[in-house]
């Protein structure tokens, strides 16, 4: 079962990068050791689902590594000669004696640069499948989940294979015929098998790399709940982009749905709300997420709305892509069965008359809806104290305290309704009516 998701959603919480090389959530994550494993952990990175069974298998891989200290080194530069040889344009050698010694002798008298890559690649093929007889042998010492048993099982079909026996030890030298047999084997025969080992090793390069954040940032796999009514409990979340981020917790209780946020700007509202966020789309692809424990039930999708922007090209004002918005998203609701919400900051893109109108119908009217979370922060406080439906509404807020007319945030989220106005001060500490002041008397 897929997850739904958009694009909006996928920049809003920084999940892949902008511009080539940029910082995004997939960058915490993409540290494994071979190019075809941070290839794959790309592909897996960008495919939630809402498959209890599938996610739970990934999660018990990552685990596996996590608590035994079973662990194969993979070495980048010999898989990427693997995937080169078998890029090799050369058709490939014959597997008969004849061929074979036809092949040596020229390339000895004129050596041939595809031969030699075909030497080497071999040898690489071998000194790679001998490291996974032993890995395998260790692994299997201690108990290993079904997935990644069936992956073991093939693992130790292909090194059976009879054309791999009789070389598995040679690691350093091979006859011709060895050469042709193996190249014959290896880039038409047992190619596909071959393919699908290589996939296996890049499959155990995410885990074990997933395993290792666990290990040295503290992350923790989330915990699936099998209930009927939608959960959605956190411990102690940071977000994985800020070195210096605070942790806060959160859960929805079996009474509320929806999760309405005031505070001052620049008190973390919108870092918490894209922290949220991570926390449901990581739970959803089985990674490990930046929190001491998640536990959630699965949804259909996420969608958040924190950077919002015009869109010009449709002649959309800032307003009306924010109303367009909400419209797509209940138009969703009524189609989809649960669903997760963000929206950051609602109806900032009209007037406080306006906005304070459209924001008290829109939440009175998604406080109602089951099945389905929300969090929704506001710039207008009044929005808190007017809405109906207060019973199935969680209050929480983001507060400052003034230190030398300055205000400070320590970040943390607190239940009920925050009163602070701080936007004028912070106008005012900048000294900005001072140098419009100044401006004015030159002018005289």
């Not at 902008?18 to 071979?34: D, F, H, P, Q, W």
């Not at 004696?97 to 008298?109: F, G, P, Q, R, Y």
């Not at 959160?250 to 009474?255: H, I, P, R, S």
């Not at 209940?330 to 008359?353: P, S």
Request: glycine share 4%; hydrophobic share 40%.
């Amino acid at each position: 079962m897929n997850f739904d998701i958009d694009k909006q959603t996928i920049r809003d919480l920084e999940l892949f990068p902008e511009k080539r090389n940029g910082i995004s959530v997939l960058s915490v994550y993409s540290r494994t050791a071979t190019i075809g494993g941070r290839e794959l952990l790309h592909e897996v990175f960008g495919s939630p689902v809402s498959d209890l069974e599938f996610l739970e298998n990934r999660k018990t891989g990552v685990n596996f590594f996590f608590l035994n200290d079973c662990f194969i080194s993979l070495n980048s530069g010999q898989l990427d000669y693997i995937e080169w040889y078998l890029r090799n344009q050369r058709v490939p050698l014959k597997a008969n004696i004849i061929d074979a010694a036809m092949d040596s002798v020229i390339n000895k008298l004129n050596p041939d640069n595809n031969y030699n890559t075909i030497s080497e690649g071999i040898l690489h093929i071998i000194r790679l499948l001998n490291k996974l007889v032993l890995f395998v042998a260790e692994a299997r010492l201690v108990h290993i989940p079904e997935t990644l048993n069936q992956d073991f099982d093939k693992i130790q079909n292909f090194i059976e294979n009879r054309s791999l026996k009789k070389v598995l030890k040679q690691s350093n030298d091979l006859s011709f015929t060895q050469i042709n047999n193996l190249d014959n084997f290896f880039r038409v025969s047992g190619k596909p098998a071959l393919r699908e080992i290589l996939d296996i090793v890049y499959k155990i390069d995410i885990l074990q790399t997933l395993s290792k954040l666990m290990k040295n940032n503290g992350f923790t796999l989330p915990v699936y709940s099998s209930e009927a009514k939608p959960a959605f409990e956190v411990l102690e979340a940071n977000h994985p982009l800020l070195s210096s981020s605070i942790p806060n917790s959160f859960t929805f209780n079996n009474d509320s749905n929806l999760c309405f946020i005031t505070g001052p700007n620049m008190s973390g509202k919108s870092t918490f709300l894209k922290t949220m966020g991570l926390m449901i789309y990581l739970a959803h692809i089985g990674f490990p997420v930046p929190a001491k424990k998640l536990t959630i039930s699965l949804f259909d999708g996420l969608f958040t709305t924190i950077n919002l922007t015009d869109n010009l090209n449709m002649g959309y004002s800032h307003f009306y892509s924010e109303v367009k918005r909400v419209k797509d998203l209940v138009t969703k609701i009524n189609i989809e069965k649960k669903l997760f919400i963000i929206f950051d900051e609602l109806f900032r893109g009209t007037n406080v008359k306006d906005a304070y109108d459209a924001s008290l119908i829109i939440i009175s009217a998604l406080a109602k809806i089951r099945n389905n979370f929300f969090f929704i922060s506001t710039h207008i406080l009044e929005v808190a104290e007017t809405i109906d439906n207060k019973e199935s509404i969680m209050f929480r807020c983001f507060e400052s305290e003034l230190i030398n007319n300055h205000p400070v945030y320590d970040f943390k989220l607190k239940k009920g309704i925050s009163k602070e106005r701080v936007g004028l001060l912070i106008i005012k500490n900048e000294n900005i009516i001072e140098i419009l002041d100044e401006i004015v008397r030159k002018q005289k």
